[in-house]
């Protein structure tokens, strides 16, 4: 096991939890739930229970069957020993659960030591000083450039990764007296492990279609799922993404300075990689396309829930935001 690893939950616990889980009111369950942030397709919260404390816990209900859920679960341990023992990354102290619930699906909870919310680069970036965005979009280079330096070594191996700025925390830190020159971070959305082995994904992609409604998933399917998968493996688009966020984060302002810093990066520090400049344009058209994909996809997500829940009178396993700022 990883140095970072969380003792085991209480696995009683956790599933009385789930069984008294309300995914559309998670703050009404019978042992109530703080949402400490909303992804695209999953939902990270803390739970407010005596031995559950002090952790993050991302809720995956998208397995069939329990070779599935060990498909996963094996992805999942070795791309967190690829980040943390082959590349070099810090990831926060962390574990896993899964059982069956009630209605015998299984559920896969990813646990993560909970950071305090401020570390957390998004919140960071609305409370560092212009200069400071810069130097922490530096530091969140190089923690990156990490892994394209790990794939070149690779002929067999290829690790991909979601750089935006609310994968990554800042350890230790401390708003009033920032550090961040040689600051270490975290990071910390390893939910999705995307790695290859000898060119095949190691990860089942379809598994992102399963929270999707089904009068969509071909369309996801033809359309955007493989153009979303390898754009984690191209720092060029990775670093696309990263400044792209800032939309999202509303400091678009900054989007100028993080695109200068990035050049900067790609044509000093990483020369070596070979990565295309970025410029404006192409990072906001990035982001417009981005925006408009994710946010059909959160709508027609809601119209599903619906017609399951009211028409189809059957369980709507997801939790969604009711909206995602953009």
């Known amino acids: 096991m990883s140095h970072t690893s969380l003792p085991p939950v209480n696995l009683d616990l956790l599933q009385e939890f789930e069984r008294g889980l309300d995914p559309q009111h998670p703050e009404r369950s019978r042992i109530p739930a703080t949402v400490l942030g909303y992804g695209e397709i999953s939902t990270v ?18 397995f069939y069957n329990q070779p599935e859920v060990d498909k996963y679960r094996a992805a999942y341990t070795e791309y967190n020993r690829l980040l943390e023992e082959e590349i070099g990354l810090h990831l926060p102290a962390h574990g896993y659960a899964s059982f069956l619930n009630q209605a015998g699906r299984p559920i896969f909870y990813i646990i993560q030591q909970q ?13 560092l000083p212009r200069p400071l965005v810069s130097v922490l979009v530096r530091r969140i280079l190089q ?7 790990f794939n070149r070594r690779q002929d067999r191996l290829q ?11 800042i350890d230790a830190f401390d708003p009033q007296n920032p550090r961040l020159a040689a600051a270490s971070l975290s990071y910390v959305d390893t939910s999705t492990p995307l790695f290859r082995v000898q060119g095949v994904e190691q990860l089942d992609t379809e598994l992102f279609l399963r929270s999707a409604p089904s009068f969509l998933v071909w369309i996801l399917r033809l359309l955007f799922l493989k153009d979303v998968v390898n ?6 688009l990775v670093a696309v993404d990263l400044a792209a966020n800032f939309y999202k984060e509303q400091r678009p302002e900054l989007i100028p300075d993080v695109i200068a810093v990035v050049n900067d990066f790609f044509s000093g520090e990483a020369a070596d990689l070979g990565i ?17 994909i994710w946010s059909l996809y959160l709508s027609m997500r809601k119209v599903d829930r619906f017609i399951r829940r009211h028409i189809l009178r059957r369980e709507y396993p997801y939790i969604l935001p009711e909206k995602i700022q953009r």
Do not use: T
Not at 143 to 149: A, G, N
């Open 45 to 62: 919260f803390a739970i407010q229970a005596e031995g559950l404390q002090g952790m993050a816990f991302k809720r995956l209900p998208l």
């Open 115 to 127: 950071l305090p919310a401020a570390s957390l680069g998004h919140k960071a970036i609305h409370q």
């Open 143 to 149: 923690e990156l450039r990490q892994v394209w330096e």
């Open 159 to 169: 690790v991909a990764i979601d750089g935006q700025i609310s994968n990554w925390a």
């Open 231 to 236: 754009r984690y493996y191209d720092f060029h």
């Open 276 to 292: 295309p400049p970025l410029d404006e344009k192409e990072v906001s058209s990035y982001y417009k396309e981005d925006s408009l």
